[in-house]
């Protein structure tokens, strides 16, 4: 058990150890820092303020996005999947936004509303819900028909049924979704902030960017992958084990 939870950490440690062998080689600051050397730079931008604001900005983004998302794609597939006829008139649909390009959207959305914070979420919950719902409608597939049968021998309200027969054998489906999600809704929330925004992740990754600054730009990028490998470890992945422990139970 204990290697278990020693085996991430041994695995960041060996992803940051090529890190040091790639910066020792090319042996230029300003093509490939070294890890040691981000430290200064991370605390000179927490003392400022301004990390913390601009990752409090992109997380504000990330989650009314992931939560729009989610609703709106379990929502949309789990009808899919209930419903061959309703599925059939909306595959095309998901097939055609599963392929479209975030970043037709992205500027699309901020064509036609403006480059506004209802624009940037709107955009990446368009490019968010497809996978949701294409993920979410095999579980609706896979529904225990027999479960749903008594459950109508027996007339259960709507409510009761969704909390104590689907809702449960969707929730593995659900979590793989959300799992997938929040890692792909926030690097498109980071496309949106680099286009559009003037605050951010994105933002700032866009301002050092055109100053040729590889440090800072690693500085900013880093500090939201450690967010959300906590969101990861803290809430995802206990939320998928807990949401798939009744079928080995």
């Known amino acids: ?12 440690a060996g992803l940051i ?8 080689l090319t042996d230029d600051a300003q093509i490939l820092p070294k890890p040691w050397a981000l430290a200064p730079l991370a605390a000179q931008e927490l ?11 992109t997380l504000f983004r990330v989650i009314w996005a992931f ?12 009808a899919m999947g209930r419903s ?17 390009p975030a970043l037709v959207l992205i500027v699309l959305c901020y064509l036609w509303i403006g480059l506004t914070e209802a624009a940037a979420i709107i955009a990446v919950t368009l490019n968010k819900v497809p996978n949701v719902a294409a993920v979410v409608r095999e579980g609706g597939r896979a529904l225990d028909r027999d479960l749903d049968a008594m459950a109508q021998v027996y007339r259960m309200p709507w409510a009761t049924r969704m909390r104590h027969v689907i809702l449960p054998q969707l929730a593995p489906f659900i979590a793989g979704a959300a799992r997938s999600g929040v890692a792909v809704i ?13 605050s951010g992740i994105g933002f700032q990754i866009h301002l050092y960017f055109q100053l040729f600054d590889v440090a800072l730009v690693l500085v900013y990028a880093l500090s939201f992958i450690c967010v959300m490998l906590l969101v990861e470890w803290l809430i995802l992945q206990p939320w998928e084990r807990r949401a798939s422990r009744w079928r080995t139970a």
Do not use: C, Y
């Open 67 to 78: 939560a729009l998302a989610m609703t709106l794609g379990t929502a949309i597939g789990l």
């Open 47 to 57: 003392a400022s303020g301004e990390l913390l604001r601009h990752l409090g900005a």
């Open 17 to 24: 150890s090529l890190w040091v062998v790639a910066a020792l």
């Open 186 to 198: 926030w690097k498109i929330v980071l496309v949106v902030e680099f286009l559009g925004r003037s």
């Open 84 to 100: 061959e006829r309703l599925n059939r008139w909306l595959d095309p649909w998901l097939v055609i936004f599963l392929n479209l």
């Open 1 to 12: 058990m204990q290697d278990a939870r020693l085996t991430p950490v041994l695995s960041i």
